[in-house]
């Protein structure tokens, strides 16, 4: 179970971080979605993997699982999506406006 | 439990709210709620900074018991990172009502009221994972406002900005996630007692965990490698938003000195002398590299966003000594470069409406520059130079190296201003006397402000030094703040 989580995680960082270094928008958003995926698992995982147990101290149950970081990944799912959402709508904006989709910028862009 | 702690989070998020809900189109009333709420925010900022100097302070919200529920912190340095943003915040707001800037978007001062309360509770939280949360509150409106009046460069130029933000924003929660696992706490005050505790296996994790965060900081700090963002952004920003993003570096800074005093401290056998030995060839490498950058510009906003580059090496080499007086002079070199950077992008903003127009060889605005280029350039008789005085008297063990590199570092910058003047206001230009003067007296008043702040602190420099020395010890025999937040009810 620890090998299989471990490995998924890798694997969606070392998709996401390719995605990240290509030159057009769209395989970043989705190499930071990618990453976004992997870090979420990776928070859950944070707490220890104790399957089949309440978050809650309970007397009929053997144990306990760790119900803060369940609310870590909350919150990072929350923010993430939105950060998302926000890319995609510049992104878009700067593909309608400036013709093309490429995530550099020219030296000479600031005058 | 004093709720004036809370206060500048919760004022300015409020009146965004109120804002975006009854005033969209009404842009009188939108610019009077921002200003009512600028007010509030100095008020209590000085009353905050009265509060700080009697001893850190906790809220708890929700009465929930720390390290169980999130806190927020009041100290020296928290009330002084409060009082910087609010006067900041003023000169922008006169700034871009003064010039009109907000009539091009509705949105301006709802965005503008939410990236304070972001940059509010960034400086209060006393909670690492609360403090994720308000770096992204803040960096979604600076998102907002850094397109704020469109523009094709400006939107490619605010893409690189969010992607590169939200790739810090991954690394910091992994950087958390892997502290939690270790520690198992988020708290500050908390996560300082557990990781002076830490069993030895735990050190490597930790150690790895620590990078990361420093990274994360690294980015929002600008510090070489990780400044690519910056220029571009800055340039390509409108020019009150990159005076206000002035402040943004320095949360980096601040969570720095933040985390490299209270959690990571250096005499904590896991973490042992990490910072500094990351922290200050990354800090000589970005001074040189804003040096090479001012010189190497042609136009004007790129060139302050490199000297705004160079001072954050100036500031992260004082705050990787890692001694109080290096930590109090950085504080200093702090408060003046927020203050230089943003009166130099309100200058060049002023330019740019003036271009071609016989107004734009105006001699006031040129001695404006000049005054802004000599704080910058860290020249007597502004702030710069008595900053920079005092850090380079902290870095006296480090001599060679570093007051070489601050010193070339100065003449560069110096010599680039020079250069972008006389470019600027001596080039015999042919002016078309048909173009209109703008009417910017509001952005002049602005820009007289700043620099008026800047000579303030000149001359209140002992006062303020006094104090900012206090709060750099504090910092640095952290246990009056963790007293403070009560851990597990005790006191």
Redesign the interface.
Known sequence: MEALIAAAIGLMTAGGIYLMLRRRTFPVIIGLSLLSYAVNLFLFVAGRLAPGLPPIISKTAAGYTDPLPQALVLTAIVISFGMTAVLVLMALGAYLTGGDARIDLDDGGAE | MNHLLILPVLLPGLMAGLIVAFARNRLHLQRVAAALVVLALLFMAGLLLVRAAAGPEAYFLGNWPAPFGIVLMLDRLSALMLALVAVLSGFVLIYVIGTGWDQRGKHFHALFLFQLMGLNGAFLTGDA?NLF?FF?LL??AS?GLM?HG????R??????Y??FN??G??LF??G???I??VTGTLNMADLAERIAALPAGDAGLLRVAAVMILLVFAIKGALVPLQFWL??TY??APGPVAALFAVMTKVGAYAVIRFSTLVFPPDSAAIGSLVTDLLTPAALATLALGAVGVLGTH?L??QVAFAAIGSMGLLFLAVAAGTPAATAAALYYLLHSTLATAALFLIADLLAARRGGAAAHSGLIAALFMAGAVAMAGMPPLSGFVGKLLVMDALRSQAVLAWSAILLASLATMIGFARMGSALFWSPQEADPALPIPQDRGGIAAVLLCLAALAALTVFAGPVMAWLTVAAENLHAPTAYIAASALRGGT
């Open positions: 994972f949360v992204e960096l979604i998102y397109i469109g523009g094709a460069d939107l490619r130029a605010g893409v690189q969010v992607a939200l790739l924003s991954t929660l992994f958390l996630g892997l939690y696992a220029p571009g340039a390509n136009s906003p790129r």
